[in-house]
């Protein structure tokens, strides 16, 4: 792992120095792209407003649309694996659901739910509700048949092949889709800004590209894609604390 | 000895598909019993029944000569496939059918401790299924059986996924596990000289439905061991269950063509 690490450590590196190399050498205007280096002073001067406005602000829909849509997602996978009538009912509204282009709905839940917090929240649950709902329900649903016999024939009780068989099995599912739902957390809450805010990453990246204050875009387009990473890596870590066997798979035997 | 396990007059149906017609089988406390035939006749349908994942359209199944209508729970099932769980630790997987059955996990947990090292297993207890030897899953499998029902274990197919010389040792390890649990053993098998080598009977399934199961007793003296092969006694009967089974597989593919 470690010698991934210093691969990608040098790709980084070269791909900054090719890029300042670039605005320098052909002499790029900056307002159409900036040097790296640029990208770095306007972050550090515009860092009292960046991090302790914007990515404030953008951080609270992230984290909050976030956790409605688990909360709201588990619940709607469970009662789907748990009532067949409400499977029947729902599910193909859920796969429906994944043809809708969400971007053009976002103006719809900004109508609905206002310009202020709970408007942002909203298209950030609508851009992550589905991922969370849909792995969760399939995870749930592709327990092992010849496990579940053999659990039947120790005379469990449908309560124990849920707890014991379906509920750990359905876990790596269940993080796959709230990795994916992690990363467009940060897309929906951006959006929800562009649509109307007056604060947030998405908002302060929308003016300052209509300032031509290019530096500023690209710092702000950097704050939201490492938001992005390390929501990423924190529900690996989470994921890893859930189910210790797979940090032992490399070692098999 | 007393009966263990008895099917009496038993007819079952998939569907229209007929597996079994009439059929009697009773298997004696503490015998070890190989059930061999072709594929797809419906052993597994046979320890499905005998499990209680299925019931017996006609007749009954008795368990310990009692008849028993919910017989899940009961007995110890090994799957053909270990069937482990890839989330639990050895410890915890042995543990499965005890906490089932409503024991603490901790103690639970305390009592699969204390038979690990009888199963060479002491030093693998907080390890996963995925770092363990096909052959060591195996016998973690047996003894979360033998927690979900020692006198009567139903082993399918085993060591099916093992190779050869794996194959080989757990066969005789079986063995010495048979003798010390004194369980009831039904295995199913598509391995003639492991059928021989294990059992007291062999039953000989065959016909489409099932009806009268051929059986034959292993005229082999124990204690066992690999060499046993080579005894006159096994050779004979191993020859007379390949006729048997080459009989049947004429049998079954003339209709076979006749609808083709």
């Known amino acids: 792992m470690m010698g991934r690490g210093i691969w990608f450590g040098i790709s980084i590196a070269i791909f900054l120095l090719v890029w300042e190399a670039v605005c320098r050498f052909f002499g790029v205007p900056p307002f159409i792209l900036p040097p790296p280096s640029a990208v770095v002073v306007s972050l550090w001067d515009l860092r009292a407003s960046l991090v302790g406005v914007h990515l404030w602000a953008t951080l609270q829909e992230v984290l909050l649309g976030l956790s409605i849509s688990i909360v709201f997602g588990i619940s709607l996978a469970f009662a789907m694996i748990r009532s067949r009538i409400v499977e029947r009912l729902v599910y193909p509204y859920i796969v429906i659901s994944q043809t809708i282009p969400i971007i053009a709905l976002s103006p719809v839940f900004i109508l609905w739910f206002g310009y202020d917090l709970s408007g942002k929240i909203a298209v950030t649950i609508l851009f992550t509700f589905f991922p969370i709902v849909v792995n969760t329900y399939d995870g749930l649903r592709s327990t092992d048949k010849e496990m579940l016999q053999l659990l039947k024939t120790m005379g469990a009780t449908n309560g124990q092949i849920f707890t014991k068989l379906q509920l750990p099995s359905s876990l790596p599912h269940f993080f796959s889709g709230l990795k994916v739902a992690a990363t467009y957390s940060v897309a929906g809450a951006t959006i929800g800004e562009w649509l109307g805010a007056s604060e947030g990453l998405g908002y302060f990246g929308r003016r300052a590209s209509g300032n031509f204050q290019a530096p500023a875009l690209f710092a702000s387009v950097l704050l939201l894609s490492i938001l992005g990473m390390l929501l990423f890596w924190l529900v690996g870590r989470i994921e890893r604390h859930f189910s210790p066997h797979m940090k032992t798979k490399g070692e098999q035997q | ?260």
Request: proline share 5%.
């Open chain 2, 1 to 260: 000895m007393g009966e263990q396990l008895a099917f009496a007059d038993v007819s079952f149906s998939y569907g229209d598909k007929q597996i079994l017609d009439h059929f009697d089988l009773r298997v004696e406390k503490g015998e070890f019993v190989s059930l061999i035939g072709p594929s797809g006749i419906g052993k597994s349908t046979l320890f499905q029944l005998i499990a209680g994942l299925l019931e017996p359209g006609q007749g009954e199944i008795r368990l310990g000569s009692v008849a028993v209508a919910n017989r899940l729970g009961q007995v110890g099932y090994m799957p053909q496939r270990d069937q482990l769980m890839p989330w639990r630790t050895i410890v915890e997987n042995a543990a499965l059918p005890l906490e089932i059955k409503g024991m603490k996990k901790k103690e639970a947990h305390e009592r699969v401790r204390q038979q690990l090292p009888r199963y060479g297993l002491q030093d693998w207890a907080d390890s996963y299924p995925a770092q363990l030897s096909g052959g060591m899953r195996q016998r973690v499998s047996f003894l979360r059986a033998l927690f979900s029902g020692a006198e009567m274990m139903l082993l399918d197919e085993p060591f099916s996924a093992l190779d050869g010389i794996t194959r080989m040792d757990m066969q005789e390890w079986l063995m010495e596990k048979w003798q010390e649990t004194g369980s009831t053993m039904l295995m199913i098998t598509h391995d003639i000289d492991e059928a021989i080598l294990l059992a007291d009977r062999i039953i000989v399934l065959s016909g489409s439905p099932i009806t009268k199961p051929i059986e034959l007793t292993v005229p082999v003296s124990r204690p066992r061991t690999a060499s046993s092969r080579n005894q006159a006694g096994f050779l004979a009967l191993r020859e007379q269950i390949w006729e048997l089974l080459r009989q049947e597989r004429q049998a079954a593919t003339k209709p076979l063509r006749r609808e083709a």
